[in-house]
């Protein structure tokens, strides 16, 4: 079985631009989240998809990130315009349902952000 | 304050050592411990998770809870030079599925 798969894998702009990320969750996998770890700091929460519905996005620093997820199967996060602070590794991850399954959370590969 | 609290290392062991990594958490409303190993430039993946307090086991790895103390722990035995990763602990509550994690402990174990 494939697991989460994270597109590029890095990532090399300039301030002001944008970028999109990519995640394909594992198969079947109705939740869907996105962290993200800043150098030197712990991976934080972004946002959770429960299939194409944001169920929870308290995380987003700021109205700069919109992530989609349409259809309820890939996920995509935009960063518009991308700062310096944007910089780090974007972590995508996947569960199966909520309740005690949703707390087996697998993670892709991560697609490393570098704003300069 | 942090909401998990984990000695980011780095910790130098021999191989067949016992090792144990910990972490301390403040929100009693964890309920959801998990144990993640991320090798470099790789995504974490998941080793272990326990629910509420109490051991478990699996291999050469045991994941400890104790609620009444906040504090969790990892401890494998027999280590190997395959373990040498970061390893991170995360947690969540029974009302939210986001984890809160550890910055994470990077781990060498050397032939």
């Known amino acids: 079985e494939a697991g989460v798969t994270q597109f590029p894998s890095h990532s090399v702009i300039e301030k002001g631009q944008t970028v999109t990320l990519r995640c394909d969750p594992i198969?079947?996998?109705?939740?869907l989240y996105w962290y993200r770890r800043v150098m030197g700091k712990e991976i934080k929460f972004l946002l959770h998809f429960v299939k194409e519905s944001k169920q929870d996005e308290s995380g987003m620093p700021n109205n700069r990130f919109l992530a989609e997820r349409t259809g309820g199967t890939y996920s995509t996060l935009k960063v518009q315009p991308a700062e310096l602070e944007d910089s780090g590794v974007y972590f995508c991850a996947s569960s199966p349902h909520l309740g005690q399954g949703s707390y087996e959370q697998y993670f892709g590969p991560g697609t490393r952000l570098t704003v300069t | 304050q942090k909401e998990v609290e984990q000695d980011p290392g780095p910790l130098s062991v021999p191989e067949g050592a016992i090792v144990s990594l910990n972490c301390t958490y403040s929100?009693?409303?964890?309920?959801?411990f998990m144990w993640y190993r991320q090798y470099s430039r790789k995504g974490p993946e998941l080793l272990m998770y326990?629910?509420?307090?109490g051991n478990k086991e699996d291999g050469r790895f045991t994941a400890q809870v104790d609620k009444s103390s906040k504090y969790i722990s990892l401890f494998i035995r027999d280590s190997q030079p395959s373990d040498s990763a970061t390893y991170l602990c995360?947690?969540?509550?029974?009302?939210?599925?986001?984890?809160?994690f550890g910055t994470g402990t990077s781990l060498t174990v050397i032939p």
């Open positions: 198969s079947g996998h109705d939740n």
């Open positions: 929100n009693s409303a964890f309920q959801y």
């Open positions: 995360a947690m969540s509550s029974n009302t939210g599925n986001q984890f809160y």
């Open positions: 326990t629910y509420s307090s």
